[in-house]
Nanobody, 119 residues
């Protein structure tokens, strides 16, 4: 059984910063791409940032230059440093990973952490 657990969400004022963390645990043989997605009420879930096992990163245009994704392959953790936060960043943030148990890769989601940007 594989589990992703996010932490670090909360309430922050516009212009502030937050750092999200996601830890993968369980029967993990290998992890390919890991990423952060977000979903605001009434909207579809969207990709925010992703990082491959080799460290190549991808960002949505709306967060480029403000958010930074990083990864610790030894610990199976990823992080999302969010700076210059805007009210439009308010959403539930979800960690996703492509994880192999040694036989095949499958996608796994965390339970999510809420980020609210408001004055």
């Amino acid at each position: 059984q594989v589990q992703l657990v996010e932490s670090g969400g909360g309430l922050v004022q516009p212009g502030g910063s937050l750092r999200l963390s996601c830890a993968a645990s369980g029967s993990i043989f290998n992890i390919r791409t890991m990423g952060w997605y977000r979903q605001a009420p009434g909207k579809q879930r969207e990709m925010v940032a992703a990082i491959t096992s080799g460290g190549r990163t991808t960002y949505d245009d709306s967060v480029q230059g403000r958010f930074t994704i990083s990864r610790d392959n030894a610990k199976n953790w990823i992080y999302l440093q969010m700076n210059s936060l805007k009210p439009g960043d308010t959403a539930g943030y979800y960690c996703h990973a492509e994880i192999s148990d040694g036989l095949k890769f499958f996608g796994t989601w965390g339970q999510g952490t809420q980020v609210t940007v408001s004055s």
